[in-house]
């Protein structure tokens, strides 16, 4: 390619063909990935300064970077922000920014390839055209919801412009990725295409001037309606669609893109300040800092298993029951070869059907995909994977006897380097390790449950655990994409210890004469994922009692009706009843409620707002959610003070991460901290 370089800039980089197109590449300085800092923003600036002195035939916009095109805004100079009028300024200088972009004379096209998150999207789509390149990694979305905030810089105004206001607004309600071939299905993408075409097919598209697809007829006749006369109704729907999942007052930011969007033409510089969606409630709401503080949280338990270059290529779980088929399953979507042991096949054939269904909704169908992940996972009946795993999980009954005869076995017949890990809840690790001739092998990898959806995984440490282990450890929970939270050998560890007083106090509640479903509705209008008592069920009554006995310590005496319960088999959602009936999975609970978690959990965990109270909740005696909460945030306290988890914040994440703890509130010692500071 005939070119020239021009300029000094420090982020991008213009080269210009003799055809006359113009390429500029993003290239962050002293960073793996391009976010859109003040000063990546104003040196574009500068950038289409010197490209309106010289206007090129076209423009592509790309990004240097393997890691992918644009991150998104810079997160550390947005949570600086100390005063709403800095948060407008920000806003105004990116809508402005991107206005003049989309107003260029010549085309434009944005070319993507890896991620393009928020900011980086919204540029993109103030370009003309955008060709996507086809590859796992390509990921476009608007996750600014996820933060508390709105995507100000054009993304309410383009987006569903370009490809109508539902799938806009979903989008951009959940914050979700769409992959390549979905951003061209959605028409998000004029063009998607394999990587060692990209640079001709945006080429040709640019300087060809022509959109490389047309919307037919009848879609363009459905988007122009939507945008239109049926505007209100759109809006009603994702409102409804927010309410279901969120409360305005805890979350703000959905309620505000859907009004801005309706009413204000997608700018939200236009909202008045005394408006429930401007930038002036978003910004003064904690929600929009703590949810930044979840995602630094989140960052930092991501940072851990850094220094770990452990990439175990075989893992061997023992124990194909609810916990040891679930994990062997999302190692081998990660693609590991994963060895599943039980007592006979036919104990490990439902832990293989149930992964063969989590395959095909995580490759979304892709047949070939799905054999290649069901080919990694090879039932062992005979145990024959132990001797050359990289790491053994074991997941079998809480028992110790059987667990300690188990581990000196797998002592005996695995390679000397392999690391050793039970998934137990309850035992001591020190007493299981010493069933090792090496106990310094032995680290606790507690996942929960269900082990797809959640993400937190606590790494355990027991009194002789080598450190070399742990770092092990937690390098392979990095490695298939949990969170790791390294946390002491102690009772419950951090999440189950915080969780069964929370539990305890609840039934109490009940016990005392309140209503199943008011103490629910009141944990769930608080922002919790789920109610404690429906916890409770979902966990299992028998678990509860003997977890609760396990950590309340021997005569602390569980609730009567919880007894009572168990004594008469009812066990809960896997019996069908407990405190309250099952079927199908949904809790059946007292009229004007009830609407059962679903998936929510799952989408909480990755960041998402959590579920709130339905609207025609009974009423909530004042200081019951407070009440129930209590406990909690003792517990949480007491693990930072005895140091199970190393500090307050990091107790924080866990207890967000590994029980869904509101988080709009920050985590729960954040949340104790702002009630001392404001009451
Ligand atoms: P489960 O009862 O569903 O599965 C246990 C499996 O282990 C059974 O399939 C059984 O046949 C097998 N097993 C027992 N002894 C064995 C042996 N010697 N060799 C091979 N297989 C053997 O139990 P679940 O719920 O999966 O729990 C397993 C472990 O995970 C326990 O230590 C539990 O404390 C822990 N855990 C459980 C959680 C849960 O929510 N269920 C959450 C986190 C940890």
Same mark, same amino acid.
């Given at each position: ?62 990004? +240097? ?15 600086? *922000? ?15 920014? !991107? ?95 394999? +990587? ?57 930011? /959905? !309620? ?38 979840? !995602? ?94 990289? *790491? ?55 996942? !929960? ?168 909740? /009974? ?61």
């Amino acid at each position: 390619m005939s070119a020239s370089m021009e300029n000094d800039w420090k982020h991008w980089r213009l080269r210009r063909e003799d055809t006359g197109l113009a390429w500029l590449d993003l290239d962050k300085a002293d960073a793996s990935a391009n976010v859109l800092s003040s000063e990546v923003m104003s040196e574009f600036a500068r950038v289409l300064d010197a490209l309106d002195a010289a206007p090129p035939k076209a423009l592509v916009i790309a990004s +240097a970077k393997p890691a992918g095109f644009i991150a998104g805004a810079d997160i550390e100079e947005f949570s600086r *922000l100390d005063s709403v009028l800095a948060a407008r300024m920000l806003v105004e200088r990116g809508w402005l920014l !991107f206005n003049r972009l989309a107003a260029v004379p010549y085309p434009t096209l944005a070319l993507i390839r890896g991620h393009c998150m928020g900011g980086g999207l919204e540029l993109a789509l103030a370009c003309r055209y955008r060709i996507v390149v086809d590859e796992p990694g390509t990921k476009l979305a608007l996750p600014e919801v996820m933060l508390g905030i709105v995507p100000g810089w054009g993304g309410m105004l383009r987006l569903p412009a370009l490809i109508g206001p539902a799938a806009a607004l979903d989008l951009m309600l959940t914050g979700k990725s769409v992959d390549a071939k979905k951003a061209k299905r959605l028409g998000l993408a004029d063009d998607c295409v394999p +990587a060692r075409v990209m640079e001709s097919a945006a080429r040709i598209v640019a300087l060809g001037g022509k959109p490389a697809r047309k919307l037919p007829v009848q879609e363009r006749a459905t988007r122009w309606a939507m945008n239109g006369p049926l505007r209100k109704m759109v809006a009603d729907k994702a409102r409804a669609q927010a309410a279901r999942k969120v409360s305005r007052a805890n979350y703000p930011a /959905p !309620f505000a893109i859907v009004d801005i969007w309706e009413k204000y033409g997608g700018n939200a510089l236009d909202v008045p300040a005394s408006d429930p969606s401007s930038l002036d409630t978003i910004f003064t709401s904690p929600t929009a800092r703590n949810l930044v503080r979840v !995602f630094h949280l989140q960052e930092r338990l991501k940072a851990f298993g850094k220094d770990s270059e452990f990439a175990p290529r075989h893992v061997h779980v023992v124990g194909a029951g609810v916990m040891g088929g679930d994990i062997a399953a999302v190692c081998a979507l990660r693609g590991m070869t994963v060895t599943l042991q039980d007592q006979s096949v036919e104990r490990i054939a439902p832990a293989i059907a149930r992964a063969a269904k989590l395959f095909e909704r995580r490759h979304k169908g892709d047949a070939r995909q799905v054999r290649f992940t069901l080919d990694r996972l090879i039932p062992d009946p005979q145990g024959q994977g132990v001797a050359r795993a990289d *790491l053994i999980i074991e997941a079998i009954f809480e028992n110790l006897e059987v667990k300690r005869s188990l581990f000196a076995d797998l002592e005996a017949r695995a390679r000397p380097d392999a690391v050793l890990a039970t998934n137990t809840s309850s035992l001591r690790l020190e007493d299981i390790a010493t069933a090792l001739k090496d106990p310094s092998r032995l680290v606790g990898i507690h996942f !929960f449950n269900p082990v797809p959806m959640l993400p937190l995984v606590e790494v355990v440490q027991g009194e002789a655990t080598d450190a070399e282990v742990l770092r092990r450890a937690t390098g392979f929970v990095r490695r298939i994409d949990k969170l790791p939270l390294p946390v002491k050998s102690a009772p419950g560890f951090l999440v189950n210890a915080v969780l069964g007083p929370y539990m305890l106090e609840a039934l109490r509640c009940v016990e005392e004469g309140v209503a199943p479903e008011t103490v629910d509705a009141a944990l769930v209008a608080f922002g919790m994922p789920m109610g404690p008592v429906e916890l409770v069920d979902t966990v299992g009554l028998d678990i509860a009692v003997a977890a609760g006995r396990a950590l309340a310590g021997e005569g602390a005496e569980p609730p009567a009706r919880l007894l009572k319960l168990v004594a008469e088999g009812k066990l809960g959602r896997k019996s069908g009843e407990g405190y309250y009936r099952w079927v199908e999975g949904k809790a059946l609970k007292g009229a004007g409620e009830g609407r059962a978690p679903g998936g929510l959990l799952a989408r909480l965990l990755k960041g998402v707002p959590g579920r709130q109270g339905p609207a025609a909740s /009974p009423p909530i005696p004042p200081g019951l959610a407070e009440r129930v909460l209590a406990p909690l945030l003792a517990a949480t306290q007491r693990c930072v003070e005895q140091g199970v988890v190393a500090d307050a914040d990091l107790a924080d994440a866990g207890v967000i991460f590994g029980a869904g703890f509101a988080p709009h509130t920050g985590g729960p010692l954040h949340h104790a901290g702002s009630l001392v500071r404001y009451t």
